[in-house]
């Protein structure tokens, strides 16, 4: 083995120069254990091919990557174990300290949905039900069962739907609830709604701030928080006010932006929060008066370009 001081300089740099990039460390660390193709580490990275390939070659001419051929496909694996001793202690220091990186477990939240995607269509071709599944989309459609879901609705629930928007989940819950009060501060994404709403005499709609909802005490069974959160200064007090509105034992929606470091992202969708760790929201509800009964990340769906999301449920419990 080479000592430290037999090392060449441009090796060395070398080693340091490919550890320096974010995209390529984001690489080792998807290829570290997982064999990948460079279709699926584009979704996972939400980045161009062009981008993700050009970084391959970069991690293969320095013998950090191979990649094999399967068709017109390539595979990529690191090969970590056959690395200077020295180049794979800077990647175990690189690896620890980006352990906590939002991005990375970003990257990671979307791998567990690819690898189980490709679980699911290994047993989708391995039986009969496969040809049920096809069949039953094909004949049927997919919504009916969204309708399933939405089915076991009480019709007599009061269900507040804070932060609107356009009405997109009023429409699809008004049919089975008594009725749903929908907040918004926003004067044009309520005029959408009014229009998409219009043949759904059950839905009110209120303009407001979310930290100061419209909506008299213990007046409502259920409240959705749907992408809202992100928006506002203070989220701790609009799951506060969210409470507040509700009966004891009312129940509440909330799903949001897992943490991210996507600055040109949240910048674009002008918001205030880059995500929220399940921590905090956990703590604002509880402090709130409300018993959590879940707080998990959401697979995130293919071929989708914004940050993984996340869902928490809880209970008013006084």
């Known amino acids: 083995m080479e000592s430290q001081v037999d090392q060449k300089p441009e090796q060395v740099l070398g080693w340091l120069g490919t550890l320096a990039d974010a995209t ?144 997109h989940i009023a429409s699809e819950i008004a049919p089975f609830v008594h009725r749903v009060i929908s907040v918004d501060n926003s004067a044009a994404m309520l005029k959408a709604a009014r229009r998409r709403l219009v043949n759904l005499p059950n839905i009110d709609l209120r303009r407001g701030e979310l930290t100061s909802i419209p909506i008299d005490d213990r007046s409502c069974d259920a409240a959705l928080i749907v992408l809202a959160l992100t928006y506002i200064l203070q989220p701790a007090a609009a799951i506060a006010e969210a409470a507040r509105i509700l009966r004891p034992g009312g129940k509440i929606v909330i799903i949001d932006l897992l943490p991210h470091d996507r600055d040109d992202f949240r910048r674009q969708m002008n918001q205030h ?28 769906e293919s071929n989708v370009k914004g940050p993984a999301l996340f869902i928490s449920t809880a209970v008013k419990t006084v």
């Open 24 to 167: 390529r460390l984001r690489l080792l660390r998807l290829l570290e254990r997982q064999e990948l193709g460079v279709a699926e580490l584009c979704d996972i990275l939400q980045l161009p091919q062009s981008t993700v390939s050009r970084h391959l070659k970069v991690l293969g001419d320095l013998g950090w990557v191979r990649n094999r051929k399967e068709g017109t496909a390539h595979f990529y694996r690191t090969l970590l174990d056959e690395l200077d001793p020295a180049a794979r202690r800077l990647w175990l220091v690189a690896r620890e300290q980006t352990e906590r990186w939002a991005t990375i477990m970003q990257d990671q939240l979307r791998l567990q949905r690819l690898l189980q995607q490709r679980t699911d269509s290994q047993s989708f071709f391995a039986g009969a039900a496969a040809e049920w599944d096809s069949l039953r989309g094909q004949l049927y459609g997919r919504r009916f069962s969204i309708a399933a879901c939405l089915g076991l609705l009480s019709n007599s629930l009061v269900v507040a739907d804070l932060g609107c928007g356009t009405g």
């Open 273 to 300: 929060w880059p995500g929220f760790d399940l921590e905090s929201v956990r703590g604002w509800l509880t402090d709130a008066s409300m018993e959590v009964t879940s707080c998990r990340p959401l697979p995130p």
